[in-house]
């Protein structure tokens, strides 16, 4: 199933009770929201592109640039971005919450929470 999204689209390749399987296309120069999960347990691979990975760790936020084959494992209640410095191809696998999704910055206009 594909969902569009103001930075790109989403491919819903695998869902199911346990788990969800996504490639995420995300357009130069666009990002995701600042946003931290409750519950979700992700983890993403870049396939293609060159991504601005934002993450918290301990009290501080770091960025790194990952490189094509590069993952990051995401744990309820870590702060993260993902920006497209070129287009870019993620793979994402993670739980099934996908309504959990704590925004804390948003350049699109979605604010808040849409976590149940």
């Not at 199933?1 to 666009?30: F, S």
């Not at 995701?32 to 293609?48: F, G, M, R």
């Not at 910055?105 to 604010?111: A, L, S």
Request: glycine residues 8%; proline residues 4%.
């Amino acid at each position: 199933m594909k969902v569009d999204k103001p930075w790109g689209y989403e491919l819903r390749w695998a869902q199911t009770d346990r788990y969800v399987g996504k490639v995420i296309h995300v357009n130069a120069g666009h990002a995701l929201s600042l946003q931290y999960h409750k519950v979700k347990d992700e983890t993403i691979l870049l396939w293609s592109g060159r991504l601005l990975f934002e993450i918290g760790e301990g009290n501080e936020r770091v960025e790194r640039e990952l490189a094509p084959g590069e993952a990051i494992h995401v744990t309820p209640g870590t702060v993260h971005r993902m920006t497209a410095i070129e287009d870019c191809d993620i793979f994402e696998v993670s739980t099934p919450e996908l309504d959990d999704v704590v925004r804390l910055e948003d350049r699109y206009g979605r604010k808040g929470t849409s976590a149940p």
